[in-house]
């Protein structure tokens, strides 16, 4: 298959060439024209949608790459189409029977590798395929048909609407129409008008055409059930958020494991070790696999740890580091010392400050307080997203892979929520979930604006002093990107590239909390656990990345662009 795809990529090339280049298109374009007496028009058209299909073929080898169906199709015809072009300057001239030979070829290569395209495509693709050709040829159309008419005094004669008419559809294609001009920037003007339109209806229609299918993204009541049931089992520190309400999931056939995973921009992207069964990951992460290959999906993890990334690479994927998870240990964590002096005099400032921090099991809490804490960290978050405290302008929701969308949600009764005040006024939290049945993860920090320097501290080091009481045995921190080459840039004798790479990390934290996170982390002297993010192949990642930083809720595509892209 990859060669069918290779071989269109070369036939489309070799078609833009003809199209483009003088010499092949004397040599293989033909007399065609002059020797049937056509207009001189004729001929441009035929360049120009020559150098359309060839562009076409180009950008269905990338469908035909990811297996789908309407690639396939319409790689079919085109190359068809094409076929039958060149036939006819065979026809003419002798000659364009290279041309013809390739097309040929690629037409039998795509017939005998059919049963390999089997990618299902948007449902509602090829609607909005339509709709926004129309709109866009018919914008195109009457505003160089305005142009025409607003212009009679510009233009050579006197057309009629039938010319006018006739001269705007053409300049869709690039093509001259029947009106000449006596003011030629209103030729180029109206020439410029009516192939952008052409181009840019074609090529969104092409995207609606061959996007992948992104589904509305959601967690059915039994998919959850079942995910609680794994989850109650044990697993990895991440597990608990696949329970958030804007993932999939998809089981082994026995049910024993899961992947949880959400569609962004023809990227399935999931996050984590698999849930359940450490034995039926295979199964989890070839059932994930063949839904990715189903709907033309790029399959990439976000966050796995070192035993699932060695599942997922057995799977095909390739792996890279990404960051480390801070973890700390209840058992021999500990104010003392000097390495936790900095953490220590920040925590017994805000003592002396006033400041006190309450443990709470959500369960114990009552509704009216669920929902006081709820607002409370809307509100926060909204202050620190700039979007002020007005209910209609919700905040960014940062966070994907470490994150699980909602506050002190009674569907979550066992998550830890601690709690920060000075004197009586409310000024910092944390939201940890469930990490099997004796740790926790970190899921929401957030603070008052005018909260003192040191709230964290003290809500984490609360935090630590009462997990014997909790019953729990580690704790899992924020997770800190980049950490290992943030740390081989600051060390003694540290070549050029690190310590460059170091600095070039330190002046994205500007934008990004990269080193800050870090630093925070480090200041409570964790364990670090290495986390990776797995691909199918180095061309993808750039992608994936992409859709990273959008499903994070640090960037990506804009809002007002995916309304267009959905309708």
């Known amino acids: 298959m990859r060669a069918v795809v290779w071989f269109a990529r070369l036939v489309a090339l ?14 293989f374009g033909g007399e065609l024209r002059s020797s049937l007496g056509l207009p001189p028009s004729v001929g441009l058209a035929g360049t120009v949608l020559t150098l359309v299909a060839g562009v076409a073929v180009l950008l269905l080898a990338t469908g035909l790459r990811r297996r789908k169906q309407r690639a396939w199709w319409l790689a079919v015809v085109t190359t068809a189409g094409l076929t039958v072009v060149n036939l006819l300057h065979v026809v003419d001239e002798r000659r364009g029977l290279v041309a013809t030979v390739a097309t040929v070829a690629l037409l039998v290569a795509l017939y005998l590798t059919r049963r390999y395209f089997v990618a299902r495509q948007d449902p509602g693709g090829l609607g909005r395929a339509v709709r926004t050709l129309a709109e866009f040829a018919l914008s195109g159309f009457v505003l160089v048909w305005v142009l025409l008419a607003l212009n009679h005094r510009r233009l050579e004669g006197r057309p009629g609407w039938g010319q006018e008419a006739a001269h705007s559809a053409l300049s869709l294609v690039g093509v001259s129409g029947p009106i000449g001009f006596r003011a030629a920037w209103l030729d180029d003007l109206t020439a410029t008008i009516g192939l952008t339109f052409g181009v ?3 090529v969104v229609a092409g995207y609606h055409l061959l996007r992948s299918p992104e589904p509305r993204p959601s967690l059915t009541p039994d998919d959850e059930e079942r995910l609680r049931a794994l989850l109650a089992r044990g697993g990895d520190s991440l597990g608990y958020f696949a329970l958030r309400r804007d993932k999939g999931a998809v089981f082994s056939p026995g049910g024993r494991s899961a992947v949880s995973y959400r569609v962004l921009a023809g990227v399935a992207l999931a996050s984590g070790d698999p849930v359940g069964d450490v034995g039926a990951w295979p199964g989890a992460i070839e059932a994930f696999l063949e839904a990715c290959l189903q709907n033309a999906w790029s399959p990439a993890v976000l966050g796995c740890s070192e035993r699932g990334a060695t599942a997922w690479a057995k799977a095909g994927l390739d792996a890279l580091e990404l960051g480390d998870e801070a973890v700390l240990d209840s058992a021999t964590f500990s104010l003392d010392g000097r390495p936790m002096r900095s953490v220590r005099q920040a925590v017994n400032r805000m003592n002396r ?18 929902a006081a804490i709820a607002a409370r960290a809307h509100r926060w978050r909204a202050d620190e997203c700039g979007t002020g405290s007005r209910s209609a302008d919700a905040p960014v929701e940062r966070g994907y892979s470490m994150a699980l969308s909602r506050v002190a949600d009674p569907a979550d009764p066992q998550t830890v929520l601690v709690t920060a005040d000075r004197d009586g006024a409310p000024c910092g939290l944390l939201q940890l979930v469930p990490w099997g049945p004796d740790g926790l993860s ?4 957030v603070r008052a604006a005018d909260a003192d320097n040191g709230v964290n501290e003290l809500l984490i080091a609360e935090l630590m002093a009462a997990a014997p009481r909790l019953g ?15 740390e081989r840039g600051e060390r003694i004798g540290a070549g050029p590239v690190a310590r460059s790479w170091a600095r070039l990390l330190r002046i994205a934290s500007r934008w990004w909390q990269i080193d800050s996170l870090y630093r925070f982390n480090a200041k409570f002297r964790p364990e670090w656990t290495p986390r990776y993010i797995m691909f199918p192949a180095v061309r993808d990642l750039p992608r994936i990345l992409f859709v990273v930083l959008e499903a994070e809720g640090f960037g990506g595509r804009p809002s007002a662009l995916l309304r267009v892209l959905r309708r």
């Open 14 to 27: 070799f078609t833009i060439a003809t199209a483009v280049l003088p010499a092949p298109r004397r040599m």
């Open 200 to 202: 840019v209806a074609i």
């Open 442 to 445: 970190l899921d929401l920090m």
């Open 472 to 486: 729990v045995r580690r704790v899992s921190l924020n997770f800190a990107v980049f950490r290992s080459a943030l």
């Open 353 to 370: 400050a006033g400041h006190t921090a309450v443990v709470h099991r959500l369960c114990d809490l009552d509704e009216p307080e669920r």
